[in-house]
């Protein structure tokens, strides 16, 4: 990769949750599926049907492929809604409701696509947790937007090298 290439903003998350674990995915093309991605394969393929439509009050529109020229960034936002002329996405999980840092710098960072393409500020998105049904609120504050931009500079620093940094190199016990 060289440095003008797009990231893909789901290696952000993996990158937040573990350095290791992204470059593992991302750089040395290693994956193996086990029940829980298969699970959330199968929550995403449902909220990946194309499509565009009302819930309530609220327009939806499915799979969207987002872009950044600004950072760098390309992916795919599970669901964009508007209300009250505000558009926000909403990013789909396998799993229960909870503070995962990691899930929220996904969010920004399509909240940093969103407000390049269309032009206005987003205040805020979206976690649907699969397993809960539970929807939590994003807050797209000036904190997190810093820590989701320092993510993108070192994740495309990790895919310019192709290598880790022996200090990120090490498996936490979570991989």
């Not at 994956?31 to 194309?50: A, C, E, K, P, W």
């Not at 439509?53 to 492929?65: H, K, N, S």
């Not at 940093?112 to 032009?119: A, P, Q, S, T």
């Not at 192709?162 to 979570?174: H, I």
Request: charged share 25%; net charge negative; aromatic share 10%.
């Amino acid at each position: 990769m060289n440095s003008t290439d797009y990231i893909p903003i789901a290696a952000l998350n993996q990158y937040a949750y573990c350095p290791h674990r992204c470059w593992r995915m991302f750089c040395a093309g290693e994956f193996l599926d086990n029940q829980y991605t298969i699970d959330g394969t199968s929550l995403h393929d449902r909220v990946h049907t194309l499509g565009t439509g009302y819930r309530e009050e609220t327009w939806q529109v499915r799979a969207v492929w987002l872009r950044s020229e600004r950072y760098g960034l390309i992916g795919k936002s599970d669901l964009v809604e508007e209300s009250d002329g505000q558009l926000y996405p909403v990013e789909y999980k396998r799993g229960r409701r909870g503070e995962f840092e990691n899930d929220e710098l996904q969010v920004c960072a399509q909240v940093l696509c969103l407000e390049e393409m269309i032009g206005e500020p987003i205040p805020h998105g979206f976690i649907y947790y699969g397993q809960s049904h539970q929807r939590q609120q994003v807050e797209i504050t000036s904190a997190l937007r810093k820590t989701t931009i320092s993510v993108i500079e070192a994740v495309r620093d990790l895919f310019v090298m192709g290598r880790l940094d022996w200090d990120l190199a090490q498996p936490t016990e979570t991989t």
